[in-house]
Every structure is written in C-alpha cells, then in structure tokens.
C-alpha cells in the first residue's frame, strides 16, 4: 500500500520507518523544512536508538522518502497518518489545529478512497469532527482511531513488537477494519493483540492510560515526602507495595516529577475534557497538581544544603532530557530546576549524553553546557542528578569528590541510595530516602 505519516517527529518517523520495514512505500510528510532537508540528506533530528538504521536501510530500498509537500503527499496514498504535535493550549485543552489542517488538506486533496488514522493523541471527539471535516471530499475518507503507545528511547523496539494495538473504527466500516488488519498483521503474526474498540473508546484509552501512570508516579513522590518525614524509605516501600501482583512494580519510581511531551499534557487534556463535559475529574487534576508542586523538590533540597540561598553558587547537573535515551527535553524536570537556579542567580552548569544540543538550543550562553560529566562536576557547589543516563549509575566517585568545591550529592533519581556515599566524604541526599 501506498502510506502517507503526516508529521515526521518522534512518533511519525518511527512509524513512516517502521511501516516501510514492513514493506509498504512510505512518504513522511512535514512542514518543517529544516527537518525534512536533513532528513533527505540522511541525518535524522532525534535520538532514538535502533532509528538511524531503521531508516537508512528503509531509505536505501526506495520504501521511504520525506517530503515538504504535504498536499502532493496526502493526495496519492491509500493510507494517512496524522502524527502531527497536539500541544496544549493554555486553558490545559488540545491544541487541534494541526489535526484540523491535515484533515482538511485530505478532504481536498484525496485522489482515491482511503484511510485517514489520527495517531496523535485527541481528545475524545476529534475523530467526529475530522469525519465530518472529510465528510464532502470527492472520495470516500475513512476516519480510524488508532492512539500511539511507543515510548521515547525504546520507540523502534515498541513498533516492532508492540505488546497492543488500539484501534477505534466506526462499526459496520468492514473497509477500513480490513485496512488496518492488513496494516498491523505482519507486528502481530505471533498474537494478535488488536484491541477494537469504538472510537470514543479508543481516543480516551490514551489519555486514560498515561493519566493512569501519570497518578503512580504522582502518589509514590508524595509517600517519598512522607518517607522523609517518618524515617521510611520510598525504595523499601516500593518493593512492598509492587510485589502485589494486584499493584504491580512499574512506575512506582520517586523521582523529581514527571515530564515529557506526554504525560503533563495528557493529563491536563483530560481534565480539560471532563469540565467541558461538566466533570471534574478530581484525582487527574490533583495528579497535574501534585506534579507541579513536587517539580520543585531538587530546587527545596538544594536551598537546603547550600544555607538556604542559591546565588552565586555554582550548581552541577547531570541529565537534562526528561528521561534516559532520549534528547526530549518537554517538559523535563531538569529545565524546572535550571529555571529556578538561574532566576535565583546561580551558574548552571549540565551535561547530557544526548539532550546537550537541544538543551544549548534552548538556553543558548545562559547554561553551560560540559562537553562530560565530570567536566561540568569541576568546581561546582553541588551536583545534582536528574535523569537516570545508564553512564551515571557507577561514576568514578574519587574523582567526582575531587572535581566539586563542595562534596554535595543530590540524587534525584535514588540511583546511589545504597553506595555508602557519605562515608566517601559527600553529603548525600536522594528523594524520599533518609538523609545519611
Ligand atoms: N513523543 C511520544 O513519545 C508520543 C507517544 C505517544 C503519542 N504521542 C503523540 O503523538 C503526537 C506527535 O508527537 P511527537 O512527539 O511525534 O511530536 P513532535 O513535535 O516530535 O512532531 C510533530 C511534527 O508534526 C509537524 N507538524 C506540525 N503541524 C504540521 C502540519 N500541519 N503538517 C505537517 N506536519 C506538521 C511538526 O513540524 C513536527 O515535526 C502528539 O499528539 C503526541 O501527544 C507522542
């Protein structure tokens, strides 16, 4: 078939190279010139491991190709994806106009009868409206919902093996169920784990998903607080609580907040929904709430160890993306504490395995950012870590406690909660494990 991925970011690339591996003629599609240009010219934007390969063989069999013309490229496939950024608006709602713009495009453009799937994640609803935005196309349009679950740093690896697939369609439309069977048979030969479904059901399955998450995380930083204040340790806790296989052990890691490109706007987008619906979902908008509140944990303990004033304190950081193999830096807790420090009046200095280009984009000369970690160490009042890179957990420690002007270790991560640290000399501190 002939697929068209509307949006070449984190989830259209893997999906436009992942689709091609499986032997369909792909065009990626985008309105970002800059990016389709170095994607042409065999670059690819993001880190993501296992998708430069992914796509150079995929390139080199003629099965994928990136182009800015997104009208030309909707109009001659069989298939359209929408994986176009679905940011949030500042009431907290979905920022639909991208999804609009490419379903309106379709409308005019479509030269057969095809398949349009909203891989972005929407608020409940917007599969409607883009049905009805299709609705006069000189072809037939089927609309499909059909949300994304692959996450950043192992998104190849959950396209290929994905452990389900959400698909909403209209019933009776035997068309596109046909369609989409055919499209995901070749991930699934082992099992089939396509999960049909409405698709109203299937658009609020994702938000309901990540705000599910969102909350284990949430409500394990809070009992971290508590562990604080009564001599318990959130590791110890965690062991407990996720050895019920009734609970399970997944996210239930204390850390210094969420972040992402997902989770604080997913959550946000669903409470958006319920008040429009005249709910309020209370635990999603406390979970939001809780997560803005604990961003600012490293920051507090920070203070705290440093006599209570920041400025002029030089302060080292380890991890800038929002989590490990990635170079996302949305929403990342790192950016909150950097943001803090600065408005404060100390010096950042960070280091990041992949995220340190994103982040000098980001910040240009106001943080510095150290071409290795224990060059940004060198000096510093501080270090703190705040994304859990495989390249931090074992450190040379010796040389760590030598590069600081003070031997102050912030642990954000919990990642050496058990390396007897202050016997080396530091003052240690993680979140939610008792200050040694
Ligand atoms: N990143 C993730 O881990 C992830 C996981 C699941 C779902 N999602 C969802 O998938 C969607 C895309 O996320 P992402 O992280 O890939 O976003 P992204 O920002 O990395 O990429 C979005 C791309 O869409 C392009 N774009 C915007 N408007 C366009 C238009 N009108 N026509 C063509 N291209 C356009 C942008 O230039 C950008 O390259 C979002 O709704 C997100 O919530 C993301």
Redesign the pocket.
Known sequence: MNLCV???????LVNGAGFAETGHTVVC????QE?ILSLQAGEIPIFEPGLPALVARNRSSGRLRFTND?EAAVSDADVIFI????PPRGDGGADLS?VD??ATLVSERATRECILIL???VPVGTNDRARRLVDNAAQRVHVVSNP?????GSAVADFLRPDRIVIGVLPGDDFARKVMTRLYHPLLLNKDRVVWMRPESAELTKYVANTMLAMRISFMNEVAMLCEQVGADCHEVRHGVGSDVRIGSQFLYAGPGYGG??FPKDVKALVHTGRDHGLELELASTTDRVNDRHKGVLMRKLRAQLGGDVRGRRVAIWGLAFKPKTDDLRESPALTLIDALLADGAEVVAHDPEAGDAARAHYGDRVHIAESAYAAAEEADALVLVTEWREYQNPDFGRILQALRNPVLLDGRNLWTTYGLCELGFTYEGVGTAVS
């Open positions: 509307v949006g070449t970011g984190y989830v259209g599609a985008d309105v970002d990016k997104v994986a176009v950024g679905t991208a713009s490419v891989k972005s994640t994304e679950f692959l996450k950043e490109s997902c």
